[in-house]
């Protein structure tokens, strides 16, 4: 009996650890979508890296999945099989857990309606503030050019201090949504991505901030790691300029 029980086990523990491995599923649909293929992709030391695809045919419908040891952001990248080069890509935050993406086929990123990740929607809310100061900031841009061009010097110098205001107020606007959003997976990518130019006085106050599990996480790790190097540039620069 013992011995019939043995390779019964030893099957059952190598399913289990199987299943374990892919603890992140992305299902979706590219409505409109009949021919192309989607990669499933995430940046992996600055180098993109295919983990999947799949060629459409038809069928609309797309799966992936993916070992995952916290939230990070992964790409689905459209190749519509059209001879377009412009073709779409769609960020997310992804999460163990399962993954629900519905979008079209024309507006893959625009129209894109991702469920299922806490990290998602914690990014969306600080993209969607982001993008009006983005939008304003074009805005005065091109007034200034256009008050430039008429001669209306005053004007234009009036509005590149407008613009100046704009875009200070949005570095102050992620640096607010970051330490109120300690808790977050988002933190620490959105630190490295939007505010790496920061005073280290303030990328400390951030990193010491975050809570031991977000600190704990990829983007969290990577973090302080930066921070390090900024620290150990700047001693070395110092020792440098002494000698």
Request: overall charge negative; proline content about 2%; aromatic content about 10%.
């Amino acid at each position: 009996m013992y011995k019939l029980l043995v390779p019964t086990l030893i099957a059952l523990i190598l399913v289990s650890c199987g299943k374990g491995n892919d603890n992140m599923i992305v299902n979706g649909n590219v409505e409109g979508l009949r021919k192309g293929t989607i990669y499933f992709q995430k940046l992996e030391d600055s180098t993109m890296v295919t983990l999947d695809s799949i060629k459409i045919d038809g069928k609309s419908d797309f799966s992936f999945s993916t070992a995952i040891e916290s939230p990070e952001v992964f790409t689905l990248y459209l190749d519509k099989n059209d001879g377009n080069l412009l073709n779409d890509r769609l960020d997310f935050f992804g999460e163990p857990g399962t993954i629900t993406i519905k979008t079209t086929r024309d507006y893959f990123a625009p129209e894109a309606k991702i469920e299922g990740s806490e990290s998602q929607k914690t990014w969306e809310e600080y993209k969607s503030i982001l993008s009006k100061f983005s939008t304003k900031n074009l805005e005065l841009i091109k007034e200034t050019l256009q008050a430039t061009k008429d001669g209306k010097m005053e004007i234009a110098d009036s509005l590149k201090q407008v613009s100046q205001r704009n875009s200070t107020r949005s570095y102050l606007y992620t640096l607010n949504f970051i330490l109120n959003n300690k808790d977050s997976y988002t933190a620490p990518y959105i630190t490295l991505a939007n505010a790496y130019n920061t005073n280290v006085k303030y990328l400390d106050s951030i990193n010491n901030s975050l809570t031991p599990e977000v600190a704990d996480s990829k983007y969290g790790k990577m973090l302080a790691e930066y921070i390090k190097e900024i620290k150990e540039n700047s001693t070395t620069a110092a020792k440098d300029s002494i000698k």
